[in-house]
């Protein structure tokens, strides 16, 4: 099958990589001229474990290739996918004017009946006016399909590959035969291809999104709890998680949640509800107890040290989450912003975020080459993202390299009788 993808930023990427691994012809298209180059050359600009391997294959056996002519590759494909941006108003709206911009090229390229598929995260009613547009700008057939990615950054080619399920949104026959069609290769062990209508697949990718985000901020809540009480949210959460009604994943207290998806999703939902005149209230209250979180290492600083001035704290994790180098609304961002403000100095350390953090935070704190060295001279280490390679750390090197012994812990990869057993005065979330 030949397949257009329209954005190579995170979901365009992978999908296109992955419809190509799968034996399928895909252009990739992006106006941006120089990452073109880049994706062309065989650079990724982004890390995604596994990403660059099946790129570079499919670019060799000549399944992808990537391109800034999008009339083009609309000529050439059955199938147009939409993935780009929906970045997020003031008011918490997504912003649709690139998913309507691209609609409307598409259609002015048509040369016969394609399926435009929206694979962008959009609210409900998107396909609805993506059809308007093209309808506007021609007199060719099509359909468009709603059909919402659920990738986890780190993991992204493996759900891509091997889904919980598909989620397609179609309403008229011969589209949901060419989509199911297309997800027929990764679904063979099993995963549900769910065919629905587009306003209900547009919402079920933001009430999955919605729900994990509200997870994350119940547990939170409960490790907050358990500090005030002296109970140990680890046994909670495992005991909570044992009920099969509930299960154990998305119960990991921590610093909150950030990412390109829960903030972004959980504020658009809300957003799209009231346009209704409904209050969303339970995610009112998970995005404030997120916002709330992110506070929670700097304020355990600030009780163990009074005022932070002169003080030099070293930062493991800089991404919002491992396996990636993605920062936006990183738990590291609030917690270096408040350090620096409070007079404080911060040497920083993330397996693949730098380039990332020297766009955020330029000269203004210290990148070292590696978790250790973060540490020499630190009055305290703040741990933010939960990386690997940072659960098995040399303890009695730590501790020769510190000014003081005391680690905050915002994602618990350590038990309070490790620590103290190594001699670390130790701050961890809902243990304490």
């Not at 002519?69 to 000529?75: E, I, S």
């Not at 009112?284 to 030099?312: W, Y």
């Not at 009788?417 to 190594?422: G, L, R, T, V």
Request: proline share 5%; net charge negative.
């Amino acid at each position: 099958m030949k397949i257009a993808v329209v954005g190579t930023g995170y979901v365009g990427l992978v999908a296109g990589a992955c419809f190509a691994e799968s034996g399928n012809d895909v252009i990739c298209i992006d106006k941006d001229a120089a990452k073109v180059e880049t994706l062309n050359a065989g650079d990724m600009p982004i890390y995604e474990p596994g990403l660059e391997e099946i790129v570079r294959r499919n670019r060799q056996e000549g399944r992808l290739s990537f391109t800034t002519d999008l009339p083009a590759a609309v000529r050439e494909a059955a199938i147009a996918f939409i993935a780009v941006g929906t970045p997020q108003g003031e008011d918490g709206s997504a912003d649709l004017s690139h998913v309507l911009s691209v609609a409307r090229e598409i259609a002015r390229a048509m040369n016969g009946y394609k399926v435009i598929v929206d694979k962008s995260t959009v609210p409900v009613g998107t396909s609805r006016k993506v059809a308007d547009v093209i309808r506007s700008e021609t007199s060719h057939p099509f359909s468009v399909v709603s059909n919402p990615e659920f990738l986890k950054q780190g993991a992204a080619i493996e759900d891509f590959m091997k889904p919980d399920r598909v989620v397609i949104g179609a309403e008229d026959e011969q589209a949901r035969r060419i989509m199911l069609d297309l997800y027929e290769p990764f679904t063979r062990t099993g995963a549900p291809i769910m065919v629905m209508d587009c306003a209900s697949a547009e919402l079920a990718k933001y009430a999955a999104n919605a729900m994990l985000a509200t997870r994350i901020s119940f547990m939170n809540e409960v490790a907050n709890v358990c500090e005030l009480v002296g109970a140990d949210v680890d046994q909670v959460r495992k005991a909570v998680g044992s009920d099969r009604r509930i299960g154990t994943s998305f119960l990991f207290p921590g610093v909150g949640y950030g990412g390109s998806c829960f903030p972004k999703d959980v504020k658009a939902m809300m957003h799209f509800a009231s346009e209704k005149n409904y209050e969303f209230k339970i995610l009112e209250a998970v995005e404030s107890v997120n916002a709330c979180q992110k506070t929670r290492l700097f304020a355990k600083m600030q009780q163990q040290f009074g005022d932070m001035k002169g003080r030099t704290v070293a930062v493991w994790g800089l991404a919002f989450k491992p396996k990636t180098d993605d920062m936006r609304e990183a738990p590291s961002i609030p917690l270096i912003t408040a350090l620096l403000e409070a007079g404080a100095t911060v040497q920083a350390y993330d397996p693949e975020a730098t380039r990332v953090a020297k766009g955020i935070f330029g000269d203004r704190i210290t990148y070292t080459q590696n978790n250790y060295d973060a540490l020499k001279g630190a009055d305290c280490l703040a741990i933010v993202t939960e990386w690997n390679e940072f659960r098995r750390p040399d303890f009695p090197r730590m501790k020769s390299l510190m000014r003081e012994p005391i680690v905050f812990d915002g994602r618990n990869l350590f038990t309070p009788e490790q620590m103290k057993q190594h001699g670390f005065r130790y701050h961890s979330i809902g243990r304490e």
